[in-house]
């Protein structure tokens, strides 16, 4: 491990007796210099270095209290494989003008990994185990011995999925920087609960599978299930298996909302289950781990996920960055920043993990840039800050980032960007290839602009590219220049299909204008449910159904959720803000007289200046006319008596990546 001053180094040749303490320091492990503005300490480390990165963050700590310099901890290439997560508190914080960098030497391939290698793979010959395989992948899949490789902890299965907090995974295997799936069955696509039953503390349903029939008891057996909505779903243990009779039983109640017959699930965890290319199955009683590669080349690289805290913790810290590694294979999350200031997480692969691939929780002027956040366990990044009741704004932002591939434990509500709190920025993101939301927003006065949003919503029926509801008093934000794109309604089962939205103002979502979007197949394009005080303004439709919806359910379906006692919580969410005070009356004078009783109507909704062409152009549904909502000034391809429609100027070369120094040739994303 080195540290030198970088100002420092031609001055050695001038004055020899400088040069020697230098040396010396070096020796000791770091550099005793001057101060002089403007000059950078590097603090040099390999991954064989003893001590490691503590070691370094050690040495760190000490050149911040020495001098006002920044301070460069440069990572030499090579993989860093952590026992523990690297952690980074107040103690470790720069200034503005002396920030705290660790990144990688220039041109080096830097891992930060949460995993251990494995190798020693060889074909199966246990005739028990050979019997429970398919015959068809009987001579390719592989097993190794995990215990023999000193690996024993290989964490716990936890009920993962809608309404469930955030869990860290068990054991996952890793094959050249790929995450592996679970054997699961089916493979792809879902068995259907043919009847629920009665049985006491459990819920118990009826299936038909002949393949599972076949099975034996398959010790630890889990299921995946949209139990009873297309928009929740979570991972159940199964309590008692009868493949023979077709049944299976897990707690109750099911889910949240209980198992309805038609509902759509797989089972998960079974050695009968592994069959497909890449799935793979650990014997936790025996230390086994059996494998079938994802091709038909052998494997370069194995890795199994161990670590269950962030990679990376930054803990009240303040002006620290993080910058141009990759972050990788743990059962948690990959970055934590909570509290301080300033910190800044850019041009890092964060990937393969069990949990968030970051998350900003608090503090202020925090920013994500420029990563690859993808095989994430649940979503990819997740942003907070600032102080609701006071609508102090946070400056925490994500920007310019590649996000895609996520929430592979948790499916719905895990998003490529979760935003709350007030004043966070969402900004020149690719989001995209996911089973659910692109951007799940809660709080005020938050800013979504210049994002390319597509292929998302994949697996998931009434759900939003873009998504936020239930709060009355979540208002101010902006939706502006982003791209919404190739949006389709899921195929939940046979015949039956389900909405999907690209900006979803859901359960009366109110005060959020929409401005200067552009939606190209985008199936719903906005879906005003039943809010208030909303904008809809200079947009481009193209090859919406429909482009504009609203409705006015708190009058109809829904008045049950929404009066006081609903299951909406309305009275509690306007009593947790002082939406009547001084500040919040300025800021929202619209809500300042919001109550239950008189604002169950869909009022004060402009749809103003928007263009659309081919789909269809608008929806007013439950009793709504053209009078109960503010349109005008809309051109619609083929409407009688309107011209050739002049586009708003959607600036289309600033949505999506941007080039930086962490992209300098960005992929091609519009």
Avoid at 53 to 62: I, Q, S, V
Avoid at 339 to 350: E, P, V
Avoid at 383 to 403: F, I, Q, S
Avoid at 416 to 433: E, F, K, S
Wanted: charged residues 25%; proline residues 6%; contains cysteine.
């Amino acid at each position: 491990m080195r540290l030198l001053s970088s100002r420092r180094v031609g001055c050695l040749r001038t004055n020899r007796h400088l040069a020697f303490l230098i040396a010396m320091a070096v020796v000791a492990g770091f550099a005793c210099v001057a101060d002089s503005a403007g000059a950078e300490v590097v603090i040099g480390v390999t991954p064989s270095d003893p001590g490691g990165l503590d070691a370094a963050r050690d040495r760190a700590r000490e050149a911040v209290k020495r001098h006002r310099e920044p301070v460069r901890v440069e990572l030499g290439a090579g993989t860093y494989v952590l026992e523990h997560g690297l952690v980074l508190t107040a103690s470790d914080s720069g200034t503005a003008k002396a920030p705290v960098t660790w990144t990688s030497t220039p041109g080096g391939r830097v891992r930060i990994s949460g995993g251990r290698e494995v190798g020693g793979w060889g074909p199966v010959t246990d005739p028990a185990i050979l019997a429970r395989l398919d015959h068809a992948v009987r001579s390719r899949v592989l097993v190794t011995d995990l215990r023999a490789q000193g690996l024993a902890n290989y964490g716990t299965f936890r009920r993962r999925g809608f309404g469930l907090p955030r869990a860290v995974s068990a054991l996952e295997l890793v094959c050249d920087d790929a995450i592996m799936p679970l054997a699961r069955h089916p493979s792809k696509g879902w068995l259907t609960v043919t009847a629920t039953l009665t049985g006491g503390d459990a819920v118990r349903f009826a299936f038909t599978d002949a393949e599972a029939a076949r099975w034996g008891a398959a010790p630890d057996l889990w299921v995946h299930g949209y139990w009873t909505y297309d928009w929740a779903d979570t991972h159940d243990p199964v309590l008692d298996f009868s493949p023979a009779r077709g049944e299976a039983a897990i707690h109750a109640p099911a889910g949240w909302y209980g198992i309805k017959t038609g509902a759509r699930f797989a089972f998960e965890n079974a050695l009968e289950a592994l069959d497909a290319p890449g799935e793979w199955w650990l014997d936790r009683a025996a230390g086994k781990l059996y494998f079938l590669p994802p091709s038909d080349a052998k494997p370069v690289r194995t890795v199994v996920t161990m670590i269950e805290e962030p990679l990376v913790s930054l803990e009240g810290a303040s002006y620290v960055r993080v910058e141009g590694m990759i972050l990788e294979d743990a059962r948690g999350d990959g970055v934590l920043v909570e509290g301080g200031a300033n910190c800044r997480i850019a041009g890092c692969t964060i990937r393969n993990l069990g949990g968030l691939g970051a998350a900003i929780k608090g503090g202020r002027g925090h920013l994500v840039r420029s990563c690859d956040v993808y095989g994430a366990g649940e979503g990819a990044i997740a942003v907070e800050g600032g102080d609701r009741p006071t609508l102090k704004a946070c400056g925490n932002a994500v920007e310019n980032n590649d996000l895609h591939d996520f929430c592979r434990w948790a499916r719905t509500y895990k998003p490529g960007v979760q935003v709350d709190g007030v004043g966070c920025r969402v900004a020149h993101n690719w989001i995209h290839d996911a089973p659910h939301n692109g951007i799940l927003l809660g709080g005020n006065d938050h800013v979504i602009e210049f994002n390319l949003v597509e292929r998302v919503c994949l697996e998931t029926g009434d759900s939003g590219a873009f998504y936020m509801g239930r709060d009355p008093t979540m208002r101010g934000t902006v939706v502006r220049n982003n791209l919404f794109r190739d949006l389709k309604p899921t195929q939940s089962r046979p015949g039956e299909f389900n909405n999907v939205m690209a900006v979803y103002l859901d359960d009366c979502a109110c005060g959020t204008r929409v401005e200067g979007n552009l939606f190209v197949r985008a199936a719903w394009g906005v879906m005003i449910g039943g809010g208030r005080d909303n904008e809809v303004r200079g947009n481009v439709f193209v090859d919406c159904d429909p482009g504009v919806s609203v409705d006015s359910r708190a009058l109809n379906w829904a008045k049950d959720y929404y009066n006081p006692g609903g299951g909406w919580e309305m009275v509690r969410r306007l009593a947790a803000v002082p939406y009547r005070n001084a500040l919040w009356r300025a800021r929202y004078p619209k809500l300042a007289g919001y109550s239950l009783a008189t604002c169950a109507a869909p009022a004060g909704n402009r749809i103003v200046g928007n263009v659309s062409t081919g789909g269809r152009w608008l929806e007013l549904v439950e009793g709504l006319t053209p009078s109960s909502v503010e349109i005008r000034d809309n051109v619609v391809e083929g409407a009688p008596g309107v011209k050739p429609a002049t586009w708003p100027p959607i600036p289309l070369d600033r949505i999506g990546l941007e080039r930086d120094r962490f992209r300098p040739a960005p992929r091609p994303s519009r």
